[in-house]
Nanobody
């Protein structure tokens, strides 16, 4: 079991920036991918960005060019730098860690951190 703790959410004006952080602990060895998902009210949870242990990244089209995901493997941390924020980025952001063991994927989730973009 991997425990994930997020930090860095808050209220920001449109066009502003925020940086989310997520720290992994517990059975955090051999995590294959870490990333961020978000869920807005009345909508399904969606992938925002993810990064593999090798540094390959994947972004949702809606955030590509504005958000940057990075990872510190030594510290088991993943970050999300969010720039040029828009009101539609408002959501609860969840940290995710994925391990693949014997071909089976295991997902762990953080408790979520609220990001609100509003003037």
């Amino acid at each position: 079991q991997v425990q994930l703790v997020e930090s860095g959410g808050g209220l920001v004006q449109p066009g502003g920036s925020l940086r989310l952080s997520c720290a992994a602990s517990g059975s955090s060895r051999s995590i294959n991918a870490m990333g961020w998902y978000r869920q807005a009210p009345g909508k399904q949870r969606e992938l925002v960005a993810e990064i593999t242990s090798g540094g390959n990244t994947n972004y949702a089209d809606s955030v590509r060019g504005r958000f940057t995901v990075s990872r510190d493997n030594a510290k088991n941390r993943v970050y999300l730098q969010m720039n040029s924020l828009k009101p539609e980025d408002t959501a609860v952001y969840y940290c995710n860690a994925r391990k693949i063991v014997a071909g089976i994927e295991y997902d762990s989730w953080g408790q979520g951190t609220q990001v609100t973009v509003s003037s």
